[in-house]
């Protein structure tokens, strides 16, 4: 063990939490920039308060289920992998969901398989990553492929709608004129946070994501505490499944294309470190606030899908290169 | 507490999550089934036709993209029943695998076996051109579904659809609606397929053209990638874009599926929208009339029957009994049909 004058232990605890304020107070300040513009650019939709509430909400709705998918790949994240089948597993678990069998079993039985299937194959991530000793890239690149082969498999390549008037009204109910589907974001982001911030789990996550070696001899099942992280990314997609097929009334194997790269997208630039170790689910929100607020942007001004993306390109960039430079003279801080 | 009641209670906890796994595995297992219901188009000519009665043995070979979209599976559906609906014609189907390099190896196979005809959809025309000069330099007369060859001589006989002419029929029924209603300055929104395929710009190239004759053009224009969720998204930001609109065109009506949901879940009906492909759900919402669904353009998948049937009378020799020539034509293109209320019932049988 290194011996250097480590400092208390409340002091790093406060210049984290700044520095993750720091952040998020970036992210939400390019918020109110993507905002600003879209009022200029068109004032006379801003100009209607009935519109821009509405607005709002179309923009947290249309967050909601790569939200939660992304709150998921944050725990892998900072747990040290990567989950590169998210979108693979959303639309096996959409399909398998929504095949002509399980509709029968009503909407109880369509999310109960959604889940399942989405846990299943999380564990079967988890399984091959941690004790197959697959590099995760590697295991979850696996599952990419052969979950959407088994996804086109079950449906027989065609769109499978749901006529399931329950799993359709989740996109359609309103509580408290707040979607349904961005109070289940809601609550995924706080679930997520307090497992992350306030629980042995979310200590052991960012301990075996930062050093699992220094884990393992702090006495962490390693290997198990990785497998569940899968787990709940899996979780998390069967979760994101259901809402996507809710607001489609369909899936089918195609579903949720590169969902993967939105997700560690939105991780990354809300802070969360590709390497482990360190990561903010708040963060995560934001970064997926940001890119539907893009969406939403480039959409009431009619500009073109291509610069959008380069647009977005452009912001990853940015968040990375961002927290690159403040990582570095962080650490030169504390060497000093 | 002892180490003994301690394993005792996690054995049992095992035993307890063992079996939930295994219940759930089962009824999962049981989930998967989804009775297709092959709903192929087949017409094989019934009457006293002279190229009805079975002839020689044609064995045709038979290859297809694997794509998960609706209108591909429809295609090869629709190419093994016509094929089936005759008893001089036997039917060798390939996978054509994932991408043109696999479908390449899989011709080369079905080449060395010599069938009478071979019919395929190319996954990419330009990379599989030499493959069909291949074919026809060894005697087989190669019919090209949909995606064209570069070179005349790779193929003996091409039936495609009308991108252009599907976007062309889109625009004239929304512009002579809108022009009947006396709409002067209309707000037209449009949402087409993958926007970086040939086919999408030629499909939103004749749209425009036709919306231009009537002095008309497209406001908003948001890409989705022809699945539900995509057009679910693309038409949720085009609805946002749009508070006031007249009319709607959405190239797909697989990618319709989620279009019309969230124009649903937008609580909006102040336009009405046009389809594209012409899916059997489509028909029945047109037929319904319940959702602003009022019309769509046909890019019908029954292309691949009327290939096989084609083909048959290649490898037979006969030509179209319509027709004063003696062999079959070498190009045909099919006509994009609008398909509304009034003449649904005729198209019921070709949704797919």
New interface residues.
Partial sequence: MITETAPPEARTERRHLDEGLVRNLGLVGVLIILVVIGIITRPE?YS?PT?VR??VL?IL??AAAIGVVTVGMTFVIIGGGIDLSVGAIIALSGV?AT????QS?GAG?MI??AL??GI?VGVVNGVLISYGKLVPFIATLAMLVSA?GL??Q????????SANDTI?GI??TKLIGVPLLVWILALVVAAGWVLLNRTTFGRRTVAVGGNPEAARLAGINVKRHTLYLYALSGLCCGLGAIM?TS???????????LYELDAIAAAIIGGTLLSGGRGTIVGALFGVLVFSTI??LF????L???VQNMVKGGIIVAAVLIQQFRYRSLTQLLKR | MSASSFKLDLSRRRVLFGGAAVG?GA??T???????GTDAQVKTNASGDANAVPGQKVVIGFSAP?????W??AITNNAKAQAAAYSDVELKSVEAGADAAAQRAALATLISQKPTVIVMLPHDGKELNATGLEAMRAGIPVVNLDRAFPSQAAYRLQIKGDNFGMGLAAGDYIGAQLKAKGVSNPIIGEIPGI?SLELTQERSQGFNTALQAYGFKV?????A?????????AA???L??L?KMDALWNHDD?QG??V???I???NRSDFFMVGGAGSK?AIDAIVADNSVLKATVTYSPSMASSAISLARLIGQGKGLSDLVELQVPKEITLASETITKENAAQYAKLGF
């Avoid at chain 1, 607001?247 to 294309?257: L, V």
């Avoid at chain 2, 990638?225 to 998204?233: I, K, L, P, R, V």
Wanted: net charge negative.
């Fill in positions: 939709l209607d519109w509405n607005n179309v709705q249309q398998w095949t002509l069998a399980t079993y039985g109960f398989t399942v299937v299943a959407r996804a086109a079950i449906s027989g390549k065609q769109t499978q709608v359709n996109a359609t996507l607001q489609a009334t369909s899936a089918q194997a195609a579903m949720a294309n969406t939403n959409a009431i001004n009619n073109s899908t291509e | 759930a009824l999962l049981a989930c998967t089934s989804n009775d297709p694997a794509a998960d979209h609706g591909i599976a926007d406001a908003n224009r948001r890409p990638e022809f699945t539900a969720d995509s057009g679910q998204a949720t930001a085009l946002q874009a508070p697989d599926i989620g019309l949901a969230a649903k879940q937008a759900s």
